[in-house]
Antibody, heavy 122, light 113 residues
Framework: QVQLQESGPGLVKPSETLSLTCTVSGDSISNRRYYWVWIRQPPGKGLEWIASMYYSGSTYYNPSLKSRVTISVDTSKNQFSLRLSSVTAADTAVYYC??????????????WGQGTLVTVSS | DIVMTQSPDSLAVSLGERATVNCKSSQNVLYNSNNQSYLAWYQQRPGQPPKLLIYWASTRKSGVPDRFSGSGSGTDFTLTISSLQAEDVAVYYCQQYYGAPYTFGPGTKLEIK
């Protein structure tokens, strides 16, 4: 069974860049059946999809965040990463990494990490 | 973007009773080519990440108790818990994966009456 674990700073200053890494265990990040995903949830609020990435580099971004988001994959470490630039308090959230099933289309998110709270504050 | 709405916002049900959560999409999420609705349901217990319960609108993920069932097609969907257990206290989200950006409903909070 795959496991995902987020890591990174829990506090980021306004206007700086948020950087998180997701370490995947129990399966290969190069598995052609999966995309790798970032999703966030502001405290007490709902879920927002950020981006999905294939091991080869194919990427889909949420247009609302696209100008500030970069995701990348490191197959040698079985990790993928998120960078969100120019953060504000509105970016304070629990950030989840997840696995997305793909066949002929990108489908549902079947496994999620535990999440990491990132607070944007000076 | 496809907007997902859910009703009710919150729900209190007695143990052993049926709970029903509704979800509506602003656009049809049924692919005619495979006759599948691109709709999933997730359970989020307090302090936990979301957990996939149902995909393709009605397919239960392996290991999910059979008291959970999904139904619906096109734009209108329902999650039913046939006999509420204490561990089912959670927020339930529907989500469309018909197309990016993938969007979630606002959630329905389920409590014990």
């Amino acid at each position: 069974q795959v496991q995902l674990q987020e890591s990174g700073p829990g506090l980021v200053k306004p206007s700086e860049t948020l950087s998180l890494t997701c370490t995947v265990s129990g399966d290969s990040i190069s598995n052609r059946r999966y995309y790798w995903v970032w999703i966030r949830q502001p405290p007490g609020k709902g879920l927002e999809w950020i981006a999905s990435m294939y091991y080869s580099g194919s990427t889909y971004y949420n247009p609302s965040l696209k100008s500030r988001v970069t995701i990348s994959v490191d197959t040698s470490k079985n990790q993928f990463s998120l960078r969100l630039s120019s953060v504000t308090a509105a970016d304070t959230a629990v950030y989840y990494c997840a696995k997305q099933i793909t066949g002929t289309t990108l489908d549902y998110f079947d496994y999620w990490g535990q999440g990491t709270l990132v607070t944007v504050s000076s | 973007d496809i907007v997902m709405t859910q009703s009710p916002d919150s729900l209190a049900v007695s143990l052993g009773e049926r709970a029903t959560v509704n979800c509506k999409s602003s656009q049809n999420v049924l692919y005619n080519s495979n006759n599948q609705s691109y709709l999933a349901w997730y359970q989020q217990r307090p302090g936990q990440p979301p957990k996939l319960l149902i995909y393709w609108a009605s397919t239960r993920k392996s290991g999910v108790p059979d008291r959970f069932s999904g139904s619906g097609s096109g734009t209108d969907f329902t999650l039913t818990i046939s006999s509420l257990q204490a561990e089912d206290v959670a927020v339930y989200y529907c989500q469309q994966y018909y197309g990016a950006p993938y969007t979630f409903g606002p959630g329905t909070k389920l409590e014990i009456k």
